[in-house]
């Protein structure tokens, strides 16, 4: 059983900076991928940024055009934790930060499909006003 627990959101103002912690209950050397998804209310929900998690190509980065440039996502293998730091906060990054991870292959050229993510934490929420 798989769990990944999410932690770091919180209210901050425009301009703002946060980052936002996974901690997975296994290696995450054993996913192939592991990425942030977000929603807001009313909202699909939607990809931000992944992360290629296998050897050799470990680290290899993925996101969406909408947060390239203030997001970064990071892994700390010895540590099973994803990361993610936001830059530049603005209102409409509002919502709620999903950490999730896939069991098998991941398509797309961003790699950001939600339909192939397997595991998924129970969320964070960021307020950006």
């Known amino acids: 059983h798989v769990q990944l627990v999410e932690s770091g959101g919180d209210s901050v103002q425009a301009g703002g900076s946060l980052r936002l912690s996974c901690v997975a209950s296994?290696?995450?050397?054993?996913?192939?991928?592991m990425a942030w998804f977000r929603q807001a209310p009313g909202k699909e929900r939607e990809g931000v940024a992944a992360i290629y998690s296998y050897n050799p190509n470990i680290g290899d980065t993925y996101y969406a055009d909408s947060v390239k440039g203030r997001l970064a996502i990071s892994l700390e293998v010895a540590n099973n934790t994803l990361y993610l730091q936001m830059h530049l906060l603005k209102p409409e990054d509002t919502a709620t930060y999903y950490c999730?991870?896939?069991?098998?292959?991941?398509?797309?050229?961003?790699?950001?499909?939600?339909?192939?993510?397997?595991?998924w934490g129970q969320g964070t929420q960021v307020t950006v006003s």
């Open positions: 999730a991870a896939s069991g098998g292959p991941v398509y797309g050229p961003t790699k950001l499909r939600t339909r192939d993510y397997n595991y």
């Open positions: 296994r290696a995450t050397s054993g996913f192939p991928f």
